[in-house]
């Protein structure tokens, strides 16, 4: 009997304390990743001589831009869950949203930079000095 009055009672402190803890660690993990390929993408830039090395830097700003657009795809689904326990005071709903807004705008800088480096590529293989990083 006790056991279900403590599945039926609503969420406790220590429990999210914990799932703030997870989504804490889970962010830092992806930020280290982040700045891990973010990293490599800077490295490819600099030794950039060849048209196959933009078209590469672009693939890897591609999917860049995939995966900034998968991370909105998560938050916006999450804050769906959190918007059907309205009981909740604090609105983690907004963080979810703002946080998928900003994944939508880096998917798109993203996308941006992929577009020039084919551009740059493409100048390349015409013989035309591309103009950029």
């Avoid at 800077?42 to 950039?48: G, K, S, T, Y």
């Avoid at 994944?103 to 996308?111: H, I, M, N, Q, T």
Wanted: with cysteine; proline share 4%.
């Amino acid at each position: 009997m006790k056991l279900r009055m403590l599945r039926r009672s609503p969420t406790t402190l220590a429990d999210r304390l914990a799932l703030a803890g997870c989504v804490v660690f889970a962010m830092m993990i992806v930020q280290a990743c982040s700045t891990f390929r973010e990293a490599q993408i800077d490295r490819m830039i600099a030794n950039a001589k060849s048209p196959a090395d933009h078209e590469a830097i672009a693939a890897a700003y591609q999917q860049e831009a995939e995966r900034n657009k998968e991370e909105a795809a998560a938050h916006l689904k999450i804050a769906q869950s959190y918007d059907q326990r309205p009981r909740w005071k604090f609105d983690y709903s907004k963080i979810c949203r703002d946080m998928a807004e900003r994944y939508v705008g880096l998917a798109k800088e993203d996308a941006d930079l992929a577009e020039e480096h084919r551009r740059m590529a493409e100048k390349m293989q015409a013989g035309a000095e591309p103009a950029g990083p």
